[in-house]
């Protein structure tokens, strides 16, 4: 499984890509591949390795944070390198990956959330069209119909 764009490849995170990757395994990584252990159906709804198809590199990760719900909503997070920000990576692989998304019955929005004074975010967020719901504990929420 693999999601291609202009500039980037797009793959899940599994037991194979992150033994031959040669990125920080953080925590959300962590637990992903235990849920996934424990269910493999959970592959493609959690998180993917954003590469840079040029350098072959992984520039972040950006992915759900679980299946779709039963009111067939999935909720998004991402996180590009210091060293690739600012070039648009961020809004180009939320894109495919909130496409990819809506090509499954299972999803009719998406949704986001991101500090009230996290400026880039905010800009990827409006850019994908996504729309403002609400403010909770200075956290932005978000959210995207189909």
């Known amino acids: 499984m693999e999601l291609l764009t202009q500039r ?83 809004t180009e692989a939320m894109g495919e990956l909130i496409r990819w998304a809506f090509t499954s019955p299972e999803v009719d929005k998406v949704t986001a959330e991101c500090l009230d004074d996290n400026f880039p975010s905010i800009k990827v967020l409006e850019k994908l069209k996504m729309v403002r719901t609400g403010i909770e504990d200075n956290m932005l929420k978000w959210e995207l119909a189909r």
Request: proline share 7%; charged share 25%; aromatic share 8%.
């Open 8 to 90: 980037l490849r797009l793959i899940p995170c599994t037991e194979e890509t992150v033994a031959a990757a040669e990125y920080e395994t953080g925590p959300h990584i962590k637990m992903h591949l235990k849920e996934l252990k424990e269910n493999p159906e959970l592959k493609g709804w959690g998180v993917w390795y954003v590469i840079d198809s040029e350098t072959d590199s992984i520039i972040g990760d950006i992915g759900f944070k679980g299946k779709p719900t039963p009111e067939k909503t999935v909720e998004v997070g991402y996180g590009i390198l210091p060293s690739a920000q600012n070039r648009g990576y961020a």
